[in-house]
């Protein structure tokens, strides 16, 4: 089910991941209750991000909602779809890493210990 909210902002910042993704940072004025709830549809939800100074016209929202998502990382190889589960995995509780980079390393060689154990001869 696709919902389509728009909602007045500022881009107020914008970071660089070490994934090489971007952190955005907008404010916003006081959400109306229906943005609120197009808000909290769309948390932790792939999406498309539309920003222009001016409002957006009725044609430009009609064409916005038509556009489809068939986000699958078709994008990035199994090894990066991987690395940035991993890293995402890492970053809610750094499992006992300061650096993603030691977590990553020990993470794939138990994996491939795990597997190699059980390849015959």
Do not use: C
């Amino acid at each position: 089910m696709s919902k389509l909210f728009i909602i007045p902002g500022q881009l107020v910042t914008f970071a660089s991941l070490k994934d090489r993704s971007l952190k955005l940072t907008f404010e916003t004025g006081e959400p109306t209750p229906e943005q609120m709830v197009g808000l909290q549809y769309s948390l932790q939800t792939f999406g498309w991000i539309a920003f222009k100074p001016d409002e957006f016209k009725e044609k430009e929202r009609e064409m916005l909602d038509g556009l489809k998502s068939d986000f699958d990382d078709k994008t990035k190889s199994k090894a990066q779809r991987l690395r940035a589960v991993l890293f995402k995995y890492w970053e809610q509780g750094h499992q006992g890493y300061e650096e993603f980079n030691y977590f990553y390393d020990h993470l794939m060689e138990k994996i491939i210990t795990h597997y190699k154990d059980k390849l015959d001869g």
